[in-house]
C-alpha cells in the first residue's frame, strides 16, 4: 500500500520560514518523480515546484527565488523549504508521487498539510 505522509505545516507570520516533509512509503522512491502542490480555497490545485528521478526541478513563478524543493532518496524523503512567506501563500499542501514512465504506472497523493501564512 502506497503512503505519502506530509508534515511541517502551521502557521507563520509573512515573512517567515517553513519546511515541509513528505515521507513515502510503498513505492520505489527512486522510480518515481516527485512534487509538490497546493490547492487554496476556491482555486484549483497548482503545481509549486517538482524534482524529477534525475534531479532536474521547476518552480511555479510565483514561488522561485523563495521555495526550495529537495528529494533524498536514501531517507526516501521529499522537502520543501519556503521562505519569505506571503498571505497568498496560504493553502493546503500536497505531496505528490509520479512513475516516471508514466502516471499509468502510478500517480499517488498525501493527504495534505495545511499552511497559513497571516500575521
Known amino acids: 500500500q502506497v503512503q505519502l505522509v506530509e508534515q511541517g505545516g502551521g502557521l507563520v507570520q509573512p515573512g517567515g520560514s517553513l519546511r515541509l516533509s513528505c515521507d513515502s512509503s510503498?513505492?520505489?522512491?527512486?522510480?518515481?518523480?516527485m512534487g509538490w502542490y497546493r490547492q487554496a480555497p476556491g482555486k484549483q490545485r497548482e503545481l509549486v515546484a517538482a524534482v524529477t528521478t534525475d534531479g532536474a526541478i521547476k518552480y511555479a513563478d510565483s514561488v522561485k527565488g523563495r521555495f526550495i524543493i529537495s528529494r533524498v532518496n536514501a531517507q526516501i524523503a521529499l522537502y520543501l523549504q519556503m521562505n519569505s512567506l506571503k498571505p497568498e501563500d496560504t493553502a493546503v499542501y500536497y505531496c505528490?508521487?509520479?512513475?516516471?514512465?508514466?502516471?499509468?504506472?502510478?500517480?499517488?497523493w498525501g493527504q495534505g498539510t495545511q499552511v497559513t501564512v497571516s500575521s
Open positions: 505528490n508521487a509520479r512513475n516516471r514512465f508514466g502516471v499509468e504506472y502510478g500517480d499517488y
Open positions: 510503498g513505492i520505489i522512491f527512486g522510480l518515481h518523480d
